[in-house]
């Protein structure tokens, strides 16, 4: 059973670039949550999908934003780039609408804003 | 927001001793989860505990949920050079509101195995 792929692995960014990631859930999973981690800040919640729509969003600036596609994979995007958002980018995906059941994570996207 | 202290920030032990971390909350959770983070990977579940009071166990890994549903303890016995990582405990609120849908995590313990 594949796990969560996220892709790319690493990314390299201009300051007020935009950019995309894409996250592909564990088949069958239909909840999918990005989380931002860093060395300062830790893991932070971004937001979290269900059935194509936003239920949850973290205390993240609307450059921030992501959507969920109708086969569960989901992509966030990040405009006009700054330096603080160098983090590695996790998507997690669960099978329950609750996430009862735990998170599955993927191996992240590493984002470096140069 | 909700904080979780997560305790101690790192630890250097022998192969072969016992460990213990813990986190405490200010707020109550109804399910805490520990997962481990190898360097340039996703954290891994490792545990998942969702009653208070339960103890749950993991092959060489014990959790348990606290009784007043604030804290969590995770102890690893008899260390092993793969436990190296970083360990972090997360926090899930109550299942019906929309914030349940979300990991509180905290900081995280930096295991270091000495042989």
């Known amino acids: 059973k594949a796990g969560v792929t996220q892709t790319p692995r690493y990314l390299i960014k201009t300051r007020g670039q935009q950019v995309t990631l894409s996250c592909s859930p564990i088949s069958g999973h239909r909840s999918v949550s990005w989380y931002q981690q860093t060395p300062g800040q830790g893991l932070q919640f971004l937001f979290e999908y269900f059935s194509e729509t936003q239920r949850n969003k973290g205390n993240f600036p609307g450059r921030f934003s992501g959507r969920q596609f109708s086969n569960s994979r989901s992509e966030m995007n990040v405009s006009t780039l700054e330096l603080g958002d160098s983090a590695l980018y996790l998507c997690a995906s669960s099978p329950a609408s609750t996430g009862r059941r735990g998170y599955t994570f993927g191996s992240g996207t590493r984002l470096t804003v140069v | 927001g909700q904080q979780l202290n997560q305790s101690p920030q790192s630890m250097f032990i022998q192969e072969g001793e016992d460990v213990s971390m813990n986190c405490t909350s200010s707020?109550?959770?109804?399910?805490w989860l520990w997962y481990k983070q190898d360097p340039g990977e996703g954290p891994v579940l490792l545990i998942a505990l969702y009653k208070a009071g339960e103890l749950t166990s993991n092959g060489r890994l014990t959790a348990q949920f606290g009784i007043t549903r604030k804290d969590s303890f995770l102890n690893i016995s008899a260390s092993i050079p793969s436990d190296v990582g970083i360990y972090f405990c997360a926090g899930q609120t109550d299942l019906l509101s929309g914030s349940a849908r979300q990991l509180t995590f905290g900081s995280g313990t930096q295991l270091t195995v000495l042989p």
């Open positions: 707020s109550i959770f109804n399910t």
